[in-house]
């Protein structure tokens, strides 16, 4: 990853104050309800986290991009999401009024 380009694409998509939500999604990862168990032992779960500052999207981006492949969402949240397992969660579809991601390579 280039520094220089994540900072380019947090200052295009952070509007002051708003979140960026953030995904790292492992090539591992079964989607269903039936793989919750492979999931888990490949520990291929996607990682979300919302940042709000610079320092945050690069850290983000350095710690999950070797692995996995960073999104981030192109909308700025008004909020950061919560599961009920207290983990971060993406927003809803309903919760934001357009969704598409940018790859991060």
Do not use: K
């Not at 509007?15 to 939500?21: C, I, R, T």
């Not at 990682?47 to 981006?61: K, P, Q, S």
Request: net charge positive; aromatic share 12%.
């Amino acid at each position: 990853m280039y520094p220089t380009d994540l900072r380019r694409t947090y200052r295009l998509l952070a509007p002051a104050g708003s979140f960026v939500e953030v995904g790292a999604f492992s090539p591992h990862y079964r989607p269903g309800r039936e793989h919750r168990q492979w999931n888990r032992e490949q520990d291929a779960w996607p990682r979300i986290g919302y940042v709000r500052n610079e320092a945050d999207f690069l850290a983000f981006a350095e710690r999950h991009g070797g692995d996995r492949m960073v999104c981030c969402g192109l909308n700025p949240r008004s909020q950061a999401y919560e599961g009920p397992w207290g983990y971060p969660r993406a927003a809803r579809e309903s919760e934001i009024p357009a969704s598409r991601a940018l790859l991060l390579d």
